[in-house]
């Protein structure tokens, strides 16, 4: 085992409570304190809209960290410096936690700086691997998955704590010294790290040989992928001019879609042109990369379900009773805090999973490969919402409900976290070419902006009085309807999914040994 890798799990769990801590109360602390000047109908759906905007942020600027450390600086020194961001953001919490205009300001430096590291840390990892003990990196991703929830479990039990008795500028002051101590704990490995360097500019990369498969002509035959990919163009132009319809971050991030969606198809339809202008490898590297965002593509339905546990189950929460026994025992719980549910159980499943569940299934003869994993994960987080939702009817129906009732959907959705989560990190490292590792861990994280995306739109679909009319005839409340349109929509996606894993060629992209010193590294040796 790499010995510098208990400073990256560290790492991770003190960010992890800090980015969980104050996570985790933003959408309470919104309600009863920031937005208190709105009109009291009017705090939910705007606490919501805030929330979901700011994790369409954090999933968004992964991108641009990607892009910095595969083409300039590196994965080291991108963390460390977005992680600089990310404190400055929490210390804005702290000192605003009165003042809209500085509190908004921290959610962009947290986003930015939390988004920016999020696709380097864990590629970062893998670089610490190579062939000869690639075996071990699984273990490794099993780790540094448990200990994002081990940070998020005693973030998510004690912050609201925090908020209530001592106020938000404690409750969010110390999550931003868990990141410092995060920063600092990076920082003292330093000299420990294989260091990959960026790669250098280069000809046959993803964009030029996609950028030639389009353009390319040949004789007698037309440009069909150029012309998908411009209805795309046209489509991202006509969602930005619906900005003011619509709001900025909606409009821009259906731009994004719709250019990745056409632009891939395209590239997909045309791909086969670019053969002879560049290496085979190349452009097999990008048909593979285009595979891989069918994937990501598919996953997006079950982060539109899993966000909501920090919005929309914790607005349940408040209409339900907080007092209630279990196993004899008696407990008090605000509603924040029953999701300190879902890294409880994440630290359970993940063992029960590697050292229990996935021996049976190999021994009555089926291997829970990582897209049969996922499938089923997917099919979880719907099957969970559609238990949220029976009990949203039942509610609805006036009869006193115990919070006690939302561990089964917990339960149920944290199953499908686990296979779809841990399992995508592990899959999206090894499946991106050694130049795109960055860059597609940034697109695996992209796919939870489109899943808040989903939100952001149908919350917006139900202020319309048409849809409005729609749900009343079914005789179920807006939320109740939105929870079972929400499984409907995974359940759908789990299906899809399901079909398309038969389909799918696993590959190895995993770093040959010798390729992993960096000149420092080496001449240390």
């Known amino acids: ?18 980015f969980y801590g104050m996570r985790n109360i933003l959408t309470p602390f919104l309600i009863s304190t920031l ?6 109908s009017e705090r939910t759906g705007e606490a919501k809209h805030v929330f979901h905007t700011f994790v369409i942020g954090v999933y968004f600027f992964p991108l641009l960290g990607g892009w910095l450390a595969d083409r300039f600086f590196g994965k080291y020194s991108t963390v460390f410096w977005f992680s600089l961001v990310y404190c400055a953001g929490h210390a804005c919490l702290a000192l605003f936690d009165d003042k809209p205009t500085g509190f908004y300001i921290g959610l962009f430096l947290i986003a930015l700086g939390s988004g920016g590291i999020k696709p380097l840390v864990a590629s970062f990892m893998g670089d610490q691997f190579d062939q000869t003990n690639k075996e071990k990196a699984k273990v490794v991703f099993d780790a540094f998955y448990w200990i994002i929830n081990f940070g998020s479990f005693f973030a998510s039990l004690l912050m609201p704590l925090f908020l209530k008795d001592y106020g938000p500028s404690v409750a969010f002051g110390i999550p931003g010294i868990l990141m410092f101590i995060a920063t600092a704990v990076f920082w003292s490995g330093r000299k420990k790290y294989v260091h990959v360097a960026p790669a250098p500019a280069d000809p046959h990369s993803f964009t030029r040989v996609a950028r030639t498969a389009l353009l390319a002509t040949q004789p007698g035959q037309g440009r069909p992928g150029l012309t998908v990919a411009l209805v795309g163009v046209i489509g991202a132009l006509l969602s930005l001019a619906m900005s003011w319809q619509w709001g900025f971050v909606i409009a821009a991030c259906t731009a994004l879609v719709l250019l990745l969606a056409f632009g891939g198809i395209g590239t997909s339809i045309q791909l086969e042109r670019a053969r002879g202008l560049h290496p085979d490898l190349a452009v097999d590297g990008v048909r593979a990369v285009l595979r891989i965002l069918i994937v990501f593509a598919l996953v997006t339905p079950f982060w539109s379900l899993f966000d909501q546990k920090a919005s929309t189950w914790i607005v ?4 339900m009773q907080t007092n209630f026994s279990l196993l004899g025992m008696n407990f008090t719980l605000l509603p924040a805090q029953m999701q300190a549910l879902n890294p409880m159980l994440v630290m359970l499943l993940i063992p029960f999973n590697n050292l229990v569940l996935f021996p049976t299934l190999r021994r009555i003869g089926i291997e829970p490969t990582a897209l049969r994993r996922m499938t ?10 559609f238990v949220i939702g029976t009990i949203q009817v039942v509610m609805d129906a006036g009869t006193p409900t115990s919070m006690a009732w939302q561990i089964l959907p917990y339960a149920l959705l944290t199953m499908g976290e686990v296979l779809v989560s841990a399992t995508g990190l592990e899959f999206a490292y090894s499946q991106a070419p050694a130049s795109m590792k960055g860059t597609i861990m940034a697109l695996w994280y992209l796919a939870v902006t489109v899943g808040n995306l989903w939100v952001l739109i149908v919350n ?5 009085d048409a849809v409005l009319g729609h749900i009343a005839g079914t005789g179920l409340s807006v939320m109740a309807f939105q ?12 299906a899809v999914f399901g079909w398309y894993a038969k389909r799918y060629k ?3 992209f995993y770093r040959n040994g010798e390729a992993v ?3 420092r590294a080496t001449a240390k040796a």
């Open 376 to 385: 089923a994960g997917v099919a979880f987080s719907a099957l969970a919402w």
């Open 483 to 494: 929870m079972y349109f929400f499984a409907a929509f995974a359940l759908l996606a789990a």
């Open 316 to 319: 349940q929460a408040n209409s």
């Open 460 to 464: 917006a679909g139900v202020k319309n």
């Open 506 to 508: 696993m590959v190895n």
């Open 517 to 519: 010193q960096s000149p």
């Open 1 to 18: 085992m790499p010995r510098q890798i208990p400073y990256i799990i560290a790492n991770e769990g003190c960010e992890r409570f800090s």
């Open 35 to 40: 937005l208190m000047f709105l009109p009291e």
